[in-house]
């Protein structure tokens, strides 16, 4: 099945396919669209657009409140081999989507019924605690719709040494909140 080559809109080079999902009848479709241009002479050039500043999250008790990213144990157990942690959420890598999405404690529970559902893998699905003043890479707290409720993302890798906790995700227990 081939697919045919992006380019950028504004100089005409070749630039990476990228992945997005949009959700049609209840079920999400992959939608392949042309990725940022890196061309250095182009206009359109991510390079050249000025990053937003990260964000700082909100503060329990002075200090950050941590991220949440729920994920298959099997792929954190890979992260810990190579140093740091590139999936973005179910069946994207960051690479695809840009970024890695997290939530707070208290958004977990609709998170999980969203991404993973009825998920009866043959993996289970752990909770990694992560320490945001641990980031190397800026974080933005992003609606998914304007106006809705933001949900934090991390704009970069995650380094191993910057998750502080592992949590098994009991499905039971989150289905009764």
């Given amino acids: 099945m081939g697919r045919e080559e992006q380019v950028c809109p504004v100089c005409g080079q070749p630039v990476d396919t990228v992945v997005r999902r ?3 009848l209840g079920a999400f479709v992959p939608l392949w669209r042309p990725g940022p241009c890196r061309n250095p002479q182009c206009p359109a050039s991510v390079a050249r657009e000025p990053e937003a500043p990260a964000q700082p999250g909100p503060r329990v008790g002075g200090m950050p409140e941590p991220l949440l990213h729920l994920t298959e144990r099997s792929l954190w ?3 810990r081999a190579t140093g740091s942690y590139q999936m973005s ?3 994207l890598t960051l690479q695809q989507e840009g970024f890695i999405h997290c939530s ?3 958004q977990v529970p609709q998170v999980a019924r969203w991404v993973y559902g009825e998920y009866e893998g043959p993996d289970e699905l752990v909770l990694l605690v992560i320490d945001p003043e641990r980031l190397t890479a800026p974080v933005r707290f ?3 719709k304007p106006g809705g409720e933001e ?10 040494s910057a998750v502080v906790d592992v949590e098994v995700w009991d499905r039971g227990a989150a289905a009764q909140e």
Avoid: S
């Fill in 151 to 160: 949900f934090p993302h991390i704009y970069g890798p995650i380094p191993v």
């Fill in 104 to 106: 707070l404690r208290h």
């Fill in 142 to 144: 992003e609606a998914v």
């Fill in 77 to 79: 157990e890979r992260a």
């Fill in 89 to 91: 959420t179910r069946g």
């Fill in 22 to 24: 949009h959700k049609t």
